[in-house]
């Protein structure tokens, strides 16, 4: 069965400094993967998505995500953080087959950043 | 656009009491999905479908139905409620197909449940 890892439950990171937020899952064919933001008290915003194709995803509010099948990961990076970036961030892998009919979801990473 | 519209934000009830989430696109997706967060627990799926008259049970369904009678409607029902049921509940929309139209799912910006 397909799962999600976040590894890490909460990172602070300075203002301007380089984020990276892992996820690890376990799929047997390509996935169909994704990375969420839920800033408190809202709903969920897509950030980007990975199906096929080039391995680095870039995706919205300047970050980007890259596939590493070998290592089963999908890490989300950002190369200067702001202080809007203070959220909850969620890795999901679509259920199979390609397929998005349901999204298997990580626990979250919330992430705090100081001024 | 709309996007995917949830009412009401804000819910109160009693034990045993039931009532009805309600969930609308007006995007034309195919796929819809009902999740509730709980802290610590992730988003868990309730149910979903996958086009109008079809749906399926997800991760944790008992004590909700849902029906689609149409593309744009997605309405959770809560039988009986129950303090367990507490919860923050969003509702989800999506493209079918696999591709750059598809997979993003689109969410609503929740229902916060409280039963006492």
């Known amino acids: 069965a397909q799962s999600v890892t976040q590894p890490d439950i909460h990172i602070t990171v300075s203002e301007g400094a380089s984020l990276e937020l892992r996820c690890n899952y376990s799929?047997?064919?390509?996935?169909?993967l994704f990375w969420y933001v839920q800033s408190p008290g809202q709903g969920l915003q897509l950030l980007l998505k990975?199906?096929?194709?080039d391995t680095l995803v870039q995706g919205i509010k300047g970050f980007e995500a890259e596939f590493k099948r070998s290592q089963s990961s999908f890490n989300l990076r950002k190369p200067s953080v702001h202080w809007s970036d203070a959220a909850e961030y969620f890795c999901?892998?679509?259920?199979?087959?390609?397929?998005?009919?349901?999204?298997?979801w990580g626990l979250g990473t919330s992430l705090a950043v100081n001024p | 656009n709309a996007g995917v519209t949830q009412t009401p934000k804000f819910q109160v009830l009693k034990t045993g009491q039931s009532m009805t989430l309600q969930c609308a696109q007006d995007?034309?997706?195919?796929?819809m999905s009902w999740y509730r967060q709980d802290p610590g627990m992730g988003l868990r799926l309730i149910h979903y479908?996958?086009?109008?008259?079809?749906?399926d049970q997800g991760e944790v369904p008992n004590g909700y139905n849902v029906s689609r009678s149409t593309t744009e409607d997605f309405p959770l029902r809560l039988l009986s409620a129950a303090p367990s049921q507490t919860s923050v509940y969003f509702c989800?929309?999506?493209?079918?197909?696999?591709?750059?139209?598809?997979?993003?799912?689109?969410f609503g910006s929740g229902t916060r449940l409280t039963v006492v």
């Open positions: 989800a929309s999506s493209y079918g197909d696999r591709g750059r139209r598809g997979g993003g799912y689109t």
């Open positions: 995007m034309n997706h195919e796929y």
């Open positions: 479908s996958v086009g109008a008259g079809i749906t």
């Open positions: 799929y047997g064919a390509t996935p169909y």
């Open positions: 990975y199906f096929s194709g």
């Open positions: 999901a892998v679509g259920d199979g087959a390609g397929n998005n009919r349901k999204l298997i």
